[in-house]
């Protein structure tokens, strides 16, 4: 059933007081009749309202089989794993990039990497809006087709500029961001959904860890235009995929699709979803494009939250973005060495999503028994990570500073790779139950203050490492940390309650 679904909390419009006298005034003389005719108006209204067939119904994804699930799972988590890896798989190469179009502008190291963040601010804008109104299906394939010609547009670039401007359409291109979590809440159960979660979760943390290893040995081996040509051919493979096994998710167009089937078999044409409105498609494209932005700035769960991973990944980009130039200053490593100093992130992350694993549903399903769900339960491990985070930070600052032997600072960067995924998953996981059918554009929404923070966080690193050193210098990023722990204690406290008040209309 639909219902089974967490769906977005129920809200309405401002109540029109003259509108309700006037409904009353006219009901008085014949209120019998009134009222006999509302109640077959209500029976043939839901007679003609097209669901799913029971809690079995095979069209339903929550029910398809295990095996495909958690094949489109794999695939989706591919996607994002490939979209994250060519984010900055092209650092290490930058300075070949730059001397090969003989650019003396040393600002094209950071931006070629930058102006995919920026890109990837407006793209989940745009994708989310049109999940909603036309399903997952077209925007998947059309997602993962432009992201292979734009990459080997970068391939191909005769000019910096050209594949500044290439690098930038790649990042509008990106369609995972929004869409991979939502994939989860439509094809898994509240309380099933941890697993999956933590494994679309992995993907755009361990990407941005591996991709300047293999892109430092992709450019001394095969030149930097093979960085791009890899990640062509991975989305080409993965669209091959999608168009062998990816088919719609959304329940909200699957059944819009089965009502359209209905009314022309049975020529009935009030045959409906309880999703349709009378909105005309101008209109409902209008308020879904304007959904995941005024989501972001007028519900404060979705605003606290997204702050919070804003500075979370920013940190992430801070260190990956830091950490080749600390370990060859510091600890002497060569440039084909130093790639192996992200193997403590990356270690890190991996057991974050473990750590996901078994405790995003473990609060959900002890709840699920006495149908006591609420989405507020998947915040404990965000909590957990809040205290690890700083505890990494000020482990690798001083560790650094002091000159400690470099496996203590690898360490550190492990610990902070656990707070990172301990908290980004588990957010994503909260957005999705507590915004149903519209997660998308809660994620979308989300996403605009992640990349603004994985874009502008780390151009402070270089200024605040040269004035406050690094050991002071990551202790304040530590204590931020600490001050944003209060923040899911909060929501868990409050959030039910933030919801149920909270009375603006978002549907479309």
């Known amino acids: 059933m639909v219902g089974s679904l967490s769906a977005a909390p129920e809200v309405t419009e401002p109540y029109d007081m003259t509108e309700a006298v006037n409904t009353m005034e006219k009901a008085v003389p014949n209120s019998t009749s009134s009222e006999t005719a509302d109640s077959e108006r209500e029976e043939r209204d839901q007679s003609n309202l097209v669901d799913f067939d029971g809690e079995g119904d095979s069209s339903n994804p929550l029910n398809w089989s295990p095996k495909l699930r958690w094949s489109l799972i794999v695939l989706v988590s591919g996607l994002e794993f490939a979209v994250t890896l060519a984010t900055i798989i092209c650092a290490p190469v930058a300075p070949q990039i730059l001397d090969e179009f003989n650019q003396e502008n040393t600002f094209y ?34 997602g993962t087709i432009l992201c292979l010609i734009f990459s080997a547009a970068c391939a191909l670039s005769t000019n910096i500029q050209m594949l500044v401007a290439f690098r930038f359409l790649n990042g509008v291109a990106v369609i995972s961001t929004a869409l991979n979590p939502s994939m989860v809440g439509d094809l898994f159960r509240v309380e099933q959904r941890g697993s999956a979660m933590a494994m679309v979760g992995l993907a755009p943390m361990l990407g941005p860890v591996v991709g300047p290893i293999i892109g430092g040995y992709i450019g001394d081996a095969l030149g930097w235009r093979w960085c791009f040509w890899i990640i062509t051919i991975f989305c080409g493979f993965l669209e091959i995929c999608f168009l062998l096994l990816l088919r719609e998710t959304y329940p909200v167009q699957i059944l819009k699709r089965k009502a359209a089937q209905l009314r022309k078999n049975t020529n009935n044409p009030n045959l409906r979803t309880k999703y349709e409105t009378e909105h005309t498609a101008a209109q409902l494209f209008k308020n879904a494009s304007v959904r995941p932005l005024v989501l972001l700035f007028t519900s404060p769960i979705l605003f606290l939250m997204s702050l919070y991973v804003g500075v979370v990944y920013g940190y992430l980009y801070l260190v990956m973005t830091t950490i080749a130039s600390v370990f060859e200053s510091t600890y002497q490593f060569s440039p084909s060495a130093v790639g192996l100093s992200f193997l403590g992130l990356g270690l890190g992350c991996v057991i974050g999503v473990f750590v996901c694993r078994f405790t995003l549903d473990l609060w959900v399903r002890k709840k699920s028994k006495t149908a006591q769900m609420r989405p507020e339960q998947r915040l404990p491990p965000v909590i957990f990570g809040g205290f690890i985070l700083p505890i990494g930070l000020f482990m690798y600052g001083w560790t650094v500073d002091a000159h400690v032997q470099y496996m203590a600072p690898i360490i550190a960067t492990g610990i902070l790779g656990v707070g990172l995924v301990s908290t980004t998953i588990p957010v994503r996981s909260y957005l999705v139950d507590a ?25 402070a690193g270089p200024p605040l490492y040269q004035q406050l050193g690094l050991g002071w210098g990551n202790s304040l990023l530590g204590f931020i940390a600490l001050a944003l722990i209060p923040v899911p204690l909060l929501l868990m406290r409050y959030g039910e309650a933030l919801r149920s008040r909270d009375k603006r209309k978002f549907e479309a």
């Open 109 to 142: 190291l950071t931006l070629i990497v930058s102006i995919w963040e920026l890109g990837e601010i407006i793209g989940p804008l745009i994708v989310a809006p049109l999940s909603e109104l036309y399903g997952r299906f077209y925007i998947y394939h059309a």
């Open 435 to 459: 915004f149903g059918i519209y997660s998308a554009s809660a994620n979308a929404g989300c996403a605009v203050l992640r990349n603004l923070g994985g874009t502008f966080v780390p151009l």
